[in-house]
């Protein structure tokens, strides 16, 4: 397999995934800025949509979008729990999960990152990511992960797009129980792997 990524991206869930089932890969490095592969290539001559992350098979077939690529990943592996079997209502609320980070947390990080964002924008836009983060505050009341007390492949996604808030000016330091659901996951061995192949930490 061959993971397509952009350092500190959200292809870092993927990556952290790979490592968590110990799954043999390959890392290309996409220049978030110019598209542009260590070989000289262009990422966009390979995916269309033209952003990370990309799952290239050993057949040549490609997987793209971060919670179907951790969900393929997760069910190549089932003995290592990162998901729970298809069909079932534990899946369910681990692709809930999914669904939200990528649809609430992520995207409503997007007009942070944008140098179009007009400035007095960003206040409401700050507002609105904390909000969902209180949220996750109150799911994990009561657990340690975000389905209960077993780490899954929505854990690694929420994980990286929370280390977003740093970037942006987005204080999390209100939030007890993420902080420390934080520091549990970033203490686990194929986190730390993955973000230093990253050159993260």
Same mark, same amino acid.
């Given at each position: 397999m061959k993971l397509y990524f952009t350092p500190g991206a959200c292809s870092l869930s993927p990556h952290i /995934? +790979?490592?968590? !089932?110990? $799954?043999?890969?390959? +890392?290309?490095? /996409?220049d978030g800025r110019t598209k542009r592969l260590p070989d000289g290539g262009s990422y =966009? &001559? *390979?995916? $269309?949509?033209?952003?990370?992350?990309? !799952?290239?098979? =050993?057949? @040549?077939?490609? *997987? $793209?979008e971060g919670p179907a690529i951790v969900q393929y990943l997760a069910d190549t592996r089932p003995e290592a729990?990162? &998901?729970p079997a298809a069909g079932t209502l534990a899946r369910v609320r681990v692709q809930e999960w999914l669904n939200f980070v990528t649809s609430e947390l992520h995207k409503s990080f997007s007009p942070l990152f944008s140098r179009e964002t007009p400035e007095s924008y960003l206040? *409401?836009?700050r507002a609105k990511v904390l909000s969902r983060f209180e949220i996750v505050e109150a799911a994990l009341a009561d657990r340690s992960f975000l389905t209960g007390d077993t780490f899954t492949v929505a854990d690694a996604y929420l994980f990286v797009?929370? @280390?977003? &808030?740093?970037?942006? &000016?987005? =204080? !999390?330091?209100?939030?007890a129980r993420l902080n420390a659901y934080l520091a549990r996951i970033g203490a686990r061995p194929a986190v730390v792997a993955a973000m230093r192949a990253e050159g993260l930490s």
């Open positions: /995934v +790979l490592r968590e !089932l110990g $799954t043999p890969f390959d +890392l290309v490095k /996409v =966009d &001559a *390979i995916v $269309t949509k033209g952003y990370v992350p990309c !799952l290239e098979l =050993d057949g @040549g077939e490609r *997987i $793209t729990n990162l &998901a206040p *409401i836009a797009v929370a @280390g977003f &808030a740093k970037h942006v &000016a987005v =204080d !999390l330091s209100r939030f």
